[in-house]
RNA sequence: GGCGCGGUAGCCAAGUGGUAAGGCCGAGGUCUGCAAAACCUCUAUGCGUCGGUUCGAUUCCGACCCGCGCCUCCA
């Protein structure tokens, strides 16, 4: 079986192998700002990567080194840190926290190195002397630094800037420092005002200020899995500037291919458009799951769209996967356990689907069709297959732990009492108790020799 | 203006030069005192529009219409 995805960078769908002689994939993927909680269109990414980290987990067993950072200074930190007065750590400990508690609802598994900008300072500033020795780098007159992109013939590869006609306007453009407008920087000089007490030693050791965004990525890099690696992702957005940046920067500080391979997953949508927070449909984890969803059908509904496309994020597409899940689990219960067989062949395509640029919405519906196919025999093998589809595409059927509240005093007696009169044939107060429980709003659920109350349904 | 992506049933969504996976919703049925659940069955002569290539196109080519994203620090 071979991966394959699809490279940004050739735009040709290619097989994924390690090139290093020790047979470790190096797998890079950028992370969250941590300056607010993330969303679900973040989260997509995240979730579209946690499938790709499974996929390459089972193609090569044990040599899988996957690193995803978390960008813990640049403007957007700083600037939360000053609104709310607080140190610029405190902020982003606390962020990281409600990231890491999102990711683990989702089911996401940990990088094996999420290091972050803040604790690589010396790194990126030794790249930037680099630079700035080899000429691709200069600094400007109020100390910044600034990489200058015709000293990279190469720039603009991965985007195809050089096809575009950038609309230049006057605040992309910052004329007393820059000498040319696609030039960014490196090293941004310490400003009191802005930047309070956040500030570093900068290249030669003076200048003190912060780095750049891009660098911090190139340089953590080249800390944790060296100077070229096997694939590098995030969402579209990063394509231009960010991912340009760090090629230029990395490729002229090390001289050598800095990515072999780049893959990104495009937006998420809600309602059709962008979600902002003035329009009202910007959804975190929490929003949605204060709703009642599930964060497993949140991670089945993001995956329902081919990562390459935009997916169009409503409330409906959640409930379609709080019920496909529903159906997923009966399908596994009546299976039963999975005990030490081995997987069947039933599930394959579900995999197949996967290890084919990464088709999240076709491994679905292999899933389903594989369920339809499934005929009575060997249950626990094709349940040890069903769960290592399942593994891969990070679904995980337990049922919510918490879940149901319990009804109040008075419905709980009400119930006591319709059961009483049912048991007793009496179908009229019956149903009229019935009646009662639902004004109460909640629904008698009756089964054979019992019955539970729950929430009813809100429309 | 430039770069890019997309338009497939009520909704979501795969896919292929040879005649449309799957999920949700809905409908009918079985079962159940009722309700719910579960199970079974059904649901696109059609894949934005118009041309072209072809024995044959939803799938290739062209034009057009519509939607969306990006164009310097946003996953």
């Known amino acids: 079986m071979a991966l394959k995805l699809f490279d940004s960078l050739t735009r040709q769908t290619r097989e994924l192998a390690p090139a290093a002689p020790d047979g470790v994939f190096r797998f890079y993927n950028c992370g969250p700002t941590v300056y607010a909680p993330a969303h679900i269109g973040n989260f997509r990414t995240f979730i579209v990567n946690d499938v790709l980290r499974r996929l390459l987990d089972l193609e090569f067993p044990g040599k899988v ?10 403007d957007r930190t700083i600037g939360q840190a000053r609104a709310e007065r607080r140190p610029l750590a405190e902020i982003t400990r606390h962020w990281t926290a409600l990231f890491h508690a999102d990711c683990a609802a989702l089911n996401l598994l940990v990088p094996h190195v999420e290091p972050t900008a803040t604790g690589h300072i010396p790194e990126q500033v030794e790249m930037i002397d680099v630079l700035l020795q080899k000429g691709n780098a200069y600094r400007s007159a109020d100390g910044s630094v600034y990489f200058k992109i015709t000293s990279f013939p190469q720039y603009g590869a991965l985007s195809r800037i050089r096809e575009r006609e950038l609309k230049v306007t006057n605040t992309a453009f910052d004329a007393d420092h820059k000498d040319d407008v696609g030039d960014f920087a490196l090293w941004k000089a310490y400003k009191p005002e802005e930047d309070g007490d956040v500030r570093w030693p900068g290249p030669g050791g003076a200048f003190e200020g912060r780095p750049g965004w891009h660098i911090e990525c190139s340089a953590m ?23 340009e940046n760090e090629i230029a920067q990395s490729e002229c500080c090390t001289g050598t291919t800095f990515a072999r391979h780049w893959y990104h997953s495009e937006h998420l949508l809600v309602d059709g458009t962008t979600m902002s927070k003035s329009k009202g449909n910007y959804y975190t984890l929490g929003d949605l799951v204060a709703k009642g969803y599930s964060p497993t059908a949140v991670r089945y509904a993001l995956l329902s769209g081919h990562p390459r496309k935009q997916l169009n994020f409503t409330l409906d597409s959640l409930h379609a996967a709080e ?25 394959d395509p579900v995999i197949r689907a996967l290890e084919d640029d990464l088709n999240t919405p076709a491994a679905l519906g292999a899933l389903f069709s594989a369920v339809n196919a499934h005929a009575p025999g060997n249950a626990a093998a094709d349940r040890a297959a069903l769960d290592r589809a399942l593994g891969v595409l990070g679904l995980d059927l337990t049922p919510p732990a918490s879940g149901a509240p319990s009804a109040p005093a008075e419905v709980e007696d009400l119930a ?4 009483e009169a049912k048991k007793a044939r009496d179908f009229a107060a019956a149903d009229h108790i019935r009646a009662e429980i639902a004004a109460a709003g909640w629904s008698m659920l009756d089964s054979k020799d019992g019955y539970r109350l729950e929430p009813a349904k809100k429309a």
């Open 65 to 74: 080194k996957h690193v995803r950072n978390l960008t813990d200074v640049d």
């Open 221 to 243: 890099i080249r800390r944790h899995l060296g100077e070229t690696i096997d694939l590098h992702t995030g969402g579209v957005d990063l394509l231009f500037p960010h991912h």
């Open 323 to 347: 019920s496909a899940l529903k159906a997923l689990r009966r399908f596994a219960q009546g299976l039963g356990p999975a005990g030490s067989a081995e997987p069947s062949a039933l599930f």
């Open 416 to 419: 006591r009492r319709r059961w």
